[in-house]
């Protein structure tokens, strides 16, 4: 299969995520600019981290304009697997794909550290190779990572089963300590109602060798293999107009 | 003539606001305990080519509702020249 990764301008986990799906993960992988109009034939899309448009007026605000993006909206509403990790997941938020909005880390901090998230869900293309209630060893790296949703939405988000990562303890108990940014039902990662749009702020590109302190982050790329495999979720191309 | 829009970008009351209570804690420490709470918001000064104050506004919404504020944390107030 292949990887499409999404390279905005100030994109800086582009090339991690590049090295983790082609040379760990063993997949095809291509680089898609900013401005491209065409997915390249991707089987699934990875929108990475980084400060894209150097988080001006906020963070994703303006990458979600970007004209790739009309690809990447046609795709999800398509059914094709899209994984927005960190400033990939506030872009996602930004452009709608995922409800909610994220606000400044509680502690005001920017959080570089190593945190545990829970599988909640594993109906999505990015965790179906996962265990539900799988602790997660996976590296956060944020200063807007505090996610917040109206209580009316965060009780459609939990009755539709959209949690798929929560902030826990190393033993996988949701408590305030576990949560590192102040995030609402220390929600790490979502999905869309469709469950194929997945974003989450933990970086599992930098969690796929354990020379690297983990190799936690490793199954959330392989799920994406094994749903494009299995036929579980995929893109058909456009119609022909 | 140029008419000028200015935009106030809020976060909403029921959102807290992280940055907006470190500023009041400053103060707080350099004796203004008189300042009980901070919000920090935005602000834009738009120059529009247009004469028309109606059409300023109407523009500047627009926009503001495009990209300026995200309506899921934030709401915004117009003023024009």
New interface residues.
């Given amino acids: 299969m292949k990887f499409g990764i999404v390279v905005f301008p100030g994109s800086n986990c582009d090339h991690d995520a590049y090295h983790a799906a082609k040379h760990v993960v063993g997949q095809d992988a291509e680089f898609l600019w900013h401005k491209d109009t065409d997915l390249k034939g991707a089987d699934a899309l990875i929108l990475p981290g980084g400060f894209s448009y150097g988080d001006y007026?906020?963070t994703g605000?303006?990458a979600r304009?970007s004209p790739i993006m009309r690809e990447v909206q046609s795709f999800a509403a398509r059914g094709g697997p899209v994984l927005g990790v960190c400033n990939g997941f506030q872009i996602l938020?930004?452009a709608g794909l995922i409800?909610?909005?994220m606000?400044?880390?509680?502690?005001?901090k920017f959080v570089c550290a190593h945190v545990h998230i829970r599988v909640e869900q594993t109906d999505t293309p990015f965790t179906c190779a996962a265990r539900k209630g799988q602790v997660l060893r996976i590296p956060i790296a944020h200063g807007e990572g505090?996610y917040?949703?109206?209580p009316d939405a965060l009780a459609k988000l939990e009755a539709n089963r959209q949690v798929i990562f929560r902030y826990t303890t190393a033993g996988g108990d949701v408590t305030d300590e576990a949560n590192p940014n102040?995030s609402a039902a220390n929600i790490a990662g979502l999905c869309n109602e469709a469950r194929n749009v997945v974003g989450l702020m933990p970086h599992p590109e930098r969690a796929c060798e354990s020379t690297l302190g983990s190799a936690d982050g490793l199954v959330i790329l392989e799920s994406a293999v094994h749903a494009i495999r299995g036929g579980l979720f995929s893109a058909p191309e456009k119609a022909a107009v | 003539m140029k008419v000028r829009a200015r935009v106030f970008v809020t976060l909403k009351p029921?959102?807290?606001?992280?940055?907006g209570k470190?500023i009041a804690d400053a103060l707080h420490s350099l004796g203004y305990g008189g300042v009980e709470d901070v919000r920090q918001g935005k602000y834009f000064e738009l120059d529009l080519a247009t004469q028309e104050a109606a059409h300023a506004r109407k523009l500047a919404a627009e926009v503001a509702d495009k990209?300026?504020a995200?309506p899921?944390?934030e709401s915004y107030r117009i003023e024009v020249e």
């Fill in positions: 007026l906020r605000a303006i304009f938020l930004e409800p909610g909005a606000l400044r880390n509680r502690g005001v505090n917040f949703a109206t102040g | 029921s959102v807290f606001d992280p940055q470190t990209l300026l995200n899921v944390i």
